[in-house]
């Protein structure tokens, strides 16, 4: 029997714990399961040969709680193609305590979820070099690529080979015939093809078949049949010293154009890290002090000048001045920030002042969690990828399959000699390549999330991206979201602005903050409510100097069975005005209307939506009238109004139910379940940090054209996928054919060192495809752009 210790999240009672130590006990394995509730965890007792950890995390999971692991980025140094990325995957999911882990070939990196009390960084990190592969460093340390061992390669194989070959079609032989190229070449060799060899080791002593198993084949091959042929064991034909060498140089060239490309598709993580400064000015004992960015603490003040980027996130406690933020929301007007504005970490102040009380350091603030959220999704593998997944796992047999067929075929059947056999062997052999195939999806995937970034658009998962492109219609949330959510009083009707505040002061809700702030522009005296109640979906509850006062909506009125008698807020609503009705002692005794102004962008991103074929609707918690008024403004044709907060996910299923591909829009804490019932949950970023947790898709600033924005983000990189995927496909199935002697009957042969140009190139023009991304602007921000509207 073994014993685990796993973190648990969302526990909030006895009852809690008792549920998941039922469920654990119920799987077979397991002899004692107890919840320490205080810390959030579970100590369990299990036999390791009948139940193993992922099958207590589903139990936990099924129960309705949260799994709560260790995650951590481990960089991965000599992984070559797509064989690799499967290997390490395999050993480190065979770990026990490991829940997952996804390698991103392109991001060079192991994204690995796990548990503690089981094992270790140095075992995750043993398992990984044990494979041969090296770890070069855990997330937040620099980690680089060293290409220069490459250049060096590259010049000496080429500087080599190049003369061989041009000696070679002059038809000129160099003093000691063979010999001499013998010893020309061997020691560049070495030198070129040392790595190559040496990963194919690796994997063989692991078990495994990779590209570096075939690529050893392919030109070993080529240098023992030229070192036969020196011999005399061969005619001199099959001298190809100037073909093996070149091949070993092409494969490096391929590796080293594939490499710089790759580091350029997570250059957006890199650019969001730089914009962390390196030293701060903060206040100590009244004077002005430099610190390293590390030093600062929680409490401290800070000042930041013209031209300096925020050390911290913070509130502005004096000094008024214009902060570009279009690093982070991606909106290019800087904005104001005055006393009691919030400040955050990257951002740059460009003309005053500001002095800010930090809230908010190192791993806590705003931009580290923004680096966190692109990195792990930069990590996530969108469904289409599964397809990439299985060809790899079939490929290398497959190829090794039909290179041994063609070599038989040409020398056995064919007699075509061992010239032309051994030719086409080893252009097989060279010219195959899973990599595209294994990096189609992950660089697409990494530039295209780092460019959303770049404009504010945060895709948390490669999930998402499939999904997006299949979403038929939007739904946006009214308040917040197509509105500003900043109401005013616009209107009022009877004495009651001292009553209604009364209750409205006792609730967060935007109408309640802008009826509070009338009643102190006007100097009311606001008394003490008693008895307080909110009624969800439908407004206020009280008692006011001994008096039973309501304030809310006519759904409120018709459930106390109060007459609206004369009062007629059918002309408020008309104008798309919001209505609160107070009632005292059973009777209507004025009503307060307010208004929330219409976002810039709210019709604009409707009308791009309609463009792109995709249809809209508008959910709220107004009154119809007040509702298909700002629906008409924004060019919304259907409207679900007078909807309780609870009801909104209901909605959004019965959508779904009839075959629509759902997309919700919302900012606020009642819009998480329906933002996690939708297909594609879009959090406007402006909102509470729970609606951006239950939104795959984050928009860091509150233009609602962002919507459509990130739409056609994400269909641009699920088309960028489709297409890298296709042209992987495509070459193999070209040239592989090729390469076998398939135009041989025409006189033509695909000579060795065409096929290592030709498999050089291939990796590198999927990885080009996806740097395309990096410069990519929807047409929606085009069109914001153009009007010149932030």
């Not at 949260?66 to 070559?80: D, K, P, Q, Y």
């Not at 951002?347 to 692109?374: A, M, Q, Y």
């Not at 009154?623 to 008409?632: F, G, L, S």
């Not at 919304?636 to 309780?644: D, H, K, Q, R």
């Amino acid at each position: 029997m073994k014993r685990i210790t796993i973190r648990i999240g969302g526990m909030g009672c006895a009852a809690c714990a008792l549920k998941i130590e039922e469920a654990l006990r119920k799987l077979d394995g397991i002899r004692d399961a107890a919840v320490n509730l205080v810390e959030g965890k579970v100590s369990v007792e299990y036999d390791p040969r009948r139940v193993d950890l992922s099958d207590m995390e589903a139990a936990i999971e099924e129960a309705g709680y949260t799994v709560l692991n260790e995650n951590i980025a481990m960089a991965v140094g000599g992984m070559s193609c797509a064989m690799c990325v499967q290997k390490i995957e395999s050993a480190l999911r065979g770990l026990e305590g490991v829940s997952n882990a996804t390698v991103n070939l392109a991001a060079e990196k192991a994204y690995i979820s796990y548990n503690p009390s089981l094992t270790s960084v140095e075992d995750l990190k043993r398992t990984v070099e044990d494979l041969g592969y090296t770890v070069t460093g855990l997330e937040g340390e620099e980690i680089s690529e060293d290409l220069k061992p490459k250049i060096r390669r590259i010049i000496v194989g080429f500087g080599v080979s190049v003369p061989l070959m041009a000696m070679m079609y002059l038809g000129l032989q160099p003093p000691g015939g063979g010999i001499s190229m013998l010893l020309v070449s061997i020691i560049p060799f070495i030198y070129v093809s040392g790595p190559i060899f040496r990963g194919a080791l690796r994997s063989l002593r692991s078990g495994t078949l990779d590209m570096d198993v075939m690529y050893s084949m392919g030109i070993g091959v080529a240098f023992l049949s030229s070192i036969l042929g020196t011999a005399g064991i061969l005619p001199s034909d099959f001298m190809f010293y100037d073909t093996a060498l070149m091949l070993a140089s092409f494969l490096t060239l391929g590796r080293y154009l594939e490499a710089g490309a790759r580091g350029k598709t997570s250059e957006a993580v890199r650019r969001l890290m730089e914009l962390q400064p390196d030293t701060a000015t903060v206040l100590r004992d009244g004077r002005e002090v430099e610190v390293r960015i590390h030093e600062i603490d929680v409490g401290d003040e800070v000042i930041v000048r013209p031209g300096d980027r925020v050390p911290a996130d913070g509130k502005v406690v004096e000094g008024s001045s214009y902060v570009d933020e279009s690093m982070i929301t991606g909106e290019p007007l800087p904005a104001l920030k005055r006393p009691g504005s919030e400040v955050v970490a990257g951002t740059i102040n460009t003309d005053g002042i500001l002095r800010f009380r930090v809230e908010r350091t190192g791993d806590e603030t705003f931009l580290s969690g923004i680096i966190k959220l692109v990195d792990e999704a930069q990590a996530s593998k969108p469904p289409i990828q599964r397809i990439a997944d299985r060809a790899v796992s079939y490929f290398i047999p497959a190829v090794l399959l039909v290179a041994a067929s063609a070599f038989l075929f040409w020398y056995l059947v064919e007699g075509a000699g061992l010239l032309l056999s051994i030719t086409v062997l080893i252009s097989v052999l060279v010219v195959a390549c899973p990599c595209a195939l294994g990096l189609a999806t992950p660089t697409a995937v990494t530039a295209g999330i780092g460019r959303g970034a770049e404009l504010g658009i945060l895709i948390k998962k490669g999930e998402a991206l499939e999904v997006s492109d299949r979403i038929s219609c939007v739904i946006f949330d009214k308040t917040g979201t197509l509105t500003l959510g900043r109401p005013r009083v616009t209107d009022m009707v009877g004495d009651v602005l001292g009553l209604a505040a009364a209750l409205e002061r006792k609730s967060r809700h935007p109408i309640a903050a802008a009826v509070t702030e009338r009643a102190e522009e006007e100097g009311v005296d606001v008394l003490e409510a008693e008895d307080f109640r909110a009624i969800p979906g439908m407004g206020l509850e009280g008692r006011v100097d001994s008096h039973h006062v309501l304030a809310g909506n006519r759904a409120l009125m018709e459930k106390y069975g109060i007459p609206l008698e004369h009062w007629d807020p059918e002309k408020f609503e008309s104008d798309g005005k919001t209505v609160v009705i107070v009632a005292v002692d059973g009777e209507v005794k004025g009503i307060i209307a307010v208004s929330d102004e219409i976002k810039p962008g709210s019709a604009r991103a409707v009308r791009e939506l309609e463009r792109m074929g995709i249809g809209t609707a508008m959910i709220t918690g107004d009154n119809r009238k007040t509702a298909e008024a700002v629906a008409r403004e924004v060019g919304i044709g259907t409207v679900i109004a007078e909807v309780l907060p609870q009801d909104k996910a209901t909605r959004v299923a019965e959508l779904r139910e009839r075959g629509e591909g759902v997309a919700f829009v919302g900012d606020g804490i009642n819009d998480a379940p329906a933002l996690a019932e939708a297909d594609l949950g879009v959090a406007v970023g402006s909102g509470t940090d729970i609606a951006r947790e239950a939104g795959e898709v984050v928009l860091m600033g509150d233009d609602p054209l962002d919507v459509p924005a990130a739409l056609q983000l994400a269909g641009k990189v699920i088309s960028r996928i489709r297409q890298n995927i296709f042209w992987a496909f495509a070459y193999n199935v070209v040239l592989i054919p090729l390469a076998a002697g398939a135009l041989y009957p025409l006189g033509i042969v695909f000579r060795p060192e065409y096929a290592g140009l030709a498999m050089a190139l291939s990796s590198v023009t999927v990885v080009s495809l996806s740097l395309t991304l990096r410069g990519y602007t929807p047409p929606a921000r085009r069109l914001r752009e153009r009007q010149g509207e932030g």
